[in-house]
């Protein structure tokens, strides 16, 4: 079982694409040596969305994914209701989009983006699972009622939600508090962690003196709350120290402790490394409780815009 996977939410320009989101310059020049050194490394699990640079991550991650065999990689992708209309309110017509632009003739998991109407759309999942166009489903951004809900209505087909995939933090643990990891994992669901390191403000490379790109949205988000987060940031130094690790790889370490599969953003081939080696620390639950305290002392709510409350 894979105990990471890899984001391209950073990955191409466009709306919701890695230059305004990140203000980063990711293009398939830059990011095919990341995608190498992820498979070397044995990280072949790739999480990305149709509106992530309005199917421009998906466009770059499927040129690469083109380059290997095809039972070497696994995929995930997601409907997002908000942009429904852009493929005559389908999911089954905006998944076909996401396999035409990645050249897949399935899709290994498949994800209801956000949960605007849990009724609605979970619906729309069963026909691609009976065609075997899609392998697994998940929902993103659901709380525990929703999960709930969207079980059952894929239950009455002979199907299930396979995975959930929520913010999920030091900073923003609303989906323990919830109920919706204890869920999971009572359910045999895999629970996916995005924002693990809260888009870089928990790597322990940004402070007040170096802060993140300001033009950016996580510029804007993050750096005004930079100083709150330092004790927790020096503490996950000192612990990754007595680890041989960097803080983000005790960020990611924590979230695997949790029960979580990580979802790490890949624009480096740094990244990828750092991720891989993260995936064998093991941090002691007095490590774990120690930089939750320090978390919760911070006092920072990072909650998305995008989404509820899980609590």
């Not at 017509?93 to 996401?98: D, G, H, R, T």
């Not at 996916?192 to 390191?197: F, Q, R």
Request: aromatic share 8%.
């Amino acid at each position: 079982m894979e105990k990471i996977a890899l984001g391209t939410w950073a990955w191409g320009a466009g709306a919701f694409g890695g230059d305004a989101v990140f203000g980063s310059n990711t293009d398939v020049e830059n990011l095919k040596p990341v995608f190498e050194s992820a498979m070397k490394a044995g990280l072949s699990l790739w999480d990305t969305a149709t509106v992530y640079g309005m199917g421009e991550s998906e466009r770059i991650l499927g040129s690469f994914a083109k380059t290997v065999e095809r039972s070497k990689i696994q995929i995930s992708t997601k409907f997002t209701p908000q942009i429904a209309e852009m493929y005559d309110n389908s999911v089954e017509k905006m998944a076909e989009a996401s396999m035409e632009r990645m050249g897949l003739d399935y899709i290994d998991i498949y994800w209801i983006h956000n949960p605007m109407d849990v009724e609605r759309w979970t619906k729309g999942l069963i026909p691609l699972l009976k065609s075997g166009k899609v392998k697994r489903v998940g929902v993103s951004n659901h709380n525990i009622d929703e999960i709930k809900r969207a079980n059952e209505i894929l239950a009455e087909a002979g199907f299930k939600v396979s995975a959930v995939q929520n913010h999920f933090s030091l900073l923003y643990r609303s989906s323990e508090k919830g109920g919706v990891l204890d869920y999971c994992r009572q359910n045999g669901i895999q629970f996916w962690a995005y924002m693990v390191l809260e888009q870089g403000a928990l790597s322990g490379k940004y402070n007040k003196e170096n802060p993140l790109p300001a033009e950016s949205d996580r510029g804007k988000r993050y750096n005004p709350v930079l100083d709150k987060l330092a004790a927790l940031t020096d503490e996950m130094k000192r612990i990754g120290e007595n680890h041989g690790a960097s803080c983000s790889q005790v960020g990611v370490a924590w979230a695997i402790a949790k029960g979580a599969m990580p979802i790490i953003g890949a624009t480096k081939e740094r990244h990828v490394i750092e991720a891989a080696e993260a995936a064998k620390i093991k941090l002691s639950d007095e490590e774990v409780s120690r930089l939750q305290r320090l978390a919760d002392a911070a006092n920072v709510d990072t909650r998305g815009d995008w989404e509820h409350s899980m609590e």
